[in-house]
């Protein structure tokens, strides 16, 4: 929530170079709230799962947000009771008409597979395409970044030579950036993923900016200037024991995975990890509704995708 503050007080300009939310008392007094409308997209298969992570991470703001689930189609799932999905989601045709204040899509087990061969790929286009004038901001995890940056701005995914698994160290390429607003300047983030969005592809896009990476894991959080598409790469929503089920499942269908780095103690898989990045994970989301949300979108969700507000606040 922002400061309210005198008019005139001189800390303002401070304050506000440094993205903190304030405002002033006759702003205040003329402000209208009203809960903010989330729309996820969950295409990971243990749905359930999926969805308390993230909805753990959404809970950590003052402000109300209303959420609702969608599939990409309305194929029966392996992991998920068809009467959950039944219940719970919608399918594109049900939510097509209408507004949202931000959106989440999720990532997928697809990152060796080539674009051309998913079987939705038609459909995911679609709905980003449908994303530009029907939400304020949208977050993109692991692979749909991938498949974003592909369809929305033609930047194709590379395969690495092995799958980067594991918890890894990032730093801040826009510490003054508001999405990261609270962060260290060296902070962790989980990594589980096939293929990579090239430094050097992203820096080619002059609407797009890096906010945080990795030596190791590469870029991990990078943005739309404007903040209606958020990319991150990594997995700051995996509860502590996410990355040692992919290593067991992985390890038991044959695949002789390698054991996530930096996750195990003494890379020892009968230990228990230790988490180092729920904090920083937590951070992003809350910043996410409150910089990227709230704060850029119109009071009247009828204008959503029709303009956008002058500024309560300025993201670079």
């Known amino acids: 929530m922002p400061l309210r503050i005198p008019d005139g007080l001189p800390a303002t300009r401070v304050l506000l170079e440094e993205n903190i939310f304030c405002m002033t008392s006759s702003q205040a007094e003329s402000q209208d709230i009203r809960p903010m409308r989330i729309l996820l997209l969950n295409l990971m298969p243990k749905k359930l799962e999926t969805e308390v992570h993230l909805l753990r991470m959404l809970s950590n703001t003052p402000l109300q947000v209303n959420v609702e689930l969608m599939r990409i189609n309305d194929r029966p799932s392996k992991n998920t009771p068809i009467e959950h999905m ?157 990355l040692k089920d992919e290593y067991e499942r992985d390890r038991l269908s044959g695949s002789n995975p390698d054991i996530p780095e930096n996750y195990f103690p003494f890379d020892d898989p009968e230990s228990e990890p230790i988490v180092t990045w729920k904090s920083h994970g937590n951070l992003l989301f809350s910043n996410w509704i409150n910089y990227y949300v709230y704060q850029l979108t119109p009071f009247n969700e009828a204008d959503i995708g029709h303009l956008r507000t002058s500024s309560r606040m300025q993201l670079v």
């Open 86 to 242: 039944e219940t719970f989601y919608k399918n594109f045709d049900e939510i097509r008409d209408n507004k949202y204040d931000g959106m989440i899509i999720t990532g997928a087990p697809l990152g060796q597979v080539e674009f051309k061969d998913v079987n939705f790929i038609d459909a995911i286009c679609e709905i980003l395409d449908w994303t530009t004038t029907h939400v304020t901001s949208t977050m993109f995890l692991c692979w749909a970044a991938q498949v974003a940056m592909y369809h929305l701005y033609g930047t194709e995914k590379h395969l690495l030579k092995k799958k980067i698994s594991g918890v890894y160290p990032h730093r801040l390429s826009k510490p003054l950036s508001p999405i990261v607003r609270g962060f260290d300047d060296v902070f962790d983030a989980p990594h589980s993923r096939y293929a990579e969005i090239r430094k050097q592809d992203i820096n080619k896009i002059p609407d797009l900016e890096i906010i945080a990476e990795s030596d190791i894991a590469g870029a991990y959080i990078f943005a739309h200037k404007e903040g209606k598409h958020l990319f991150v790469t990594g997995h700051s929503e995996y509860e502590p024991l996410c």
